[in-house]
Nanobody, 123 residues
Framework: QVQLVESGGGLVQAGGSLRLSCVASGRTLSSNVMGWFRQAPGKEREFVAAVNWSGGRTYHADSVKGRFTISRDNAKNVLYLQMNSLKPEDTAVYYC????????????????WGQGTQVTVSS
């Protein structure tokens, strides 16, 4: 059984920064791709970023490229999302996701999900 717990969300003004964290427990996910997704009110969940097992390869959605950076610390079993230059349209619940095994960095299929952390960006 895997548990993913996100933290770091909050209210920030446009142009500000936040760093989200996701701690994995119950089973190590250090050998698998992990990712971040978000869901805004009334919209479908959308992909934000993914990172391979070592952290050496990343993939970011066009909407956040150059502003957000995904990273991981396998020794601590923690996934991060550094969010800079935040915009009101980044307002959403952000979810951490993990896989049991395998899969492409560019696939949106994940097995484990956190409960989410709210990010609100005011204009």
């Amino acid at each position: 059984q895997v548990q993913l717990v996100e933290s770091g969300g909050g209210l920030v003004q446009a142009g500000g920064s936040l760093r989200l964290s996701c701690v994995a427990s119950g089973r190590t996910l250090s050998s698998n791709v992990m990712g971040w997704f978000r869901q805004a009110p009334g919209k479908e969940r959308e992909f934000v970023a993914a990172v391979n097992w070592s952290g050496g390869r990343t993939y970011h959605a066009d909407s956040v490229k150059g502003r957000f950076t995904i990273s991981r610390d396998n020794a601590k079993n923690v996934l991060y999302l550094q969010m800079n230059s935040l915009k009101p349209e980044d307002t959403a619940v952000y979810y951490c996701a993990g896989r049991k095994a395998g899969g492409s960095l560019y696939s949106y299929e994940y097995d484990y999900w956190g409960q989410g952390t709210q990010v609100t960006v005011s204009s």
